[in-house]
């Protein structure tokens, strides 16, 4: 079992800044990989970034590329996504998730935490 919590949510301007964070605890070894998803109201759920065991190999959706970055703290145990000139269609519930795949299918990860508001407004 994997827990994740996230926190870091909050309201900002557009063109403001965020940093999330995911703690996570349990057998965290069998879920290597961390994603970042999110979804709107009315919208499905959507890849943000993700990022491996060793922070070495990182993505991330077209739409956050070059304002967002993935990254995880040495112990591996939080894992962090900072967002940079937020736009208001950034607006989401940000979800981290946990995966022993490299992958952006939300359907390959099976351990999800509670979710985080962002709200960015114009």
């Known amino acids: 079992q994997v827990q994740l919590v996230e926190s870091g949510g909050g309201l900002v301007q557009a063109g403001g800044s965020l940093r999330l964070s995911c703690a996570a605890s349990?057998?965290?070894?069998?879920?290597?990989?961390m994603g970042w998803f999110r979804q709107a109201p009315g919208k499905e759920r959507e890849f943000v970034a993700h990022?491996?065991?060793?922070?070495?190999?990182?993505s991330y959706s077209d739409s956050v590329k070059g304002r967002f970055t993935i990254s995880r703290d040495n112990a591996k145990t939080t894992v962090f996504l900072q967002m940079n000139s937020l736009k208001p269609e950034d607006t989401a519930v940000y979800y981290c998730?946990?995966?022993?795949?490299?992958?952006?299918?939300?359907?390959?990860?099976?351990?999800w935490g509670q979710g985080t508001q962002v709200t960015v407004s114009s």
């Open positions: 998730a946990a995966s022993n795949q490299i992958t952006a299918r939300a359907t390959a990860y099976d351990y």
């Open positions: 349990g057998r965290t070894f069998s879920r290597p990989v």
């Open positions: 990022i491996n065991w060793s922070g070495t190999l990182t």
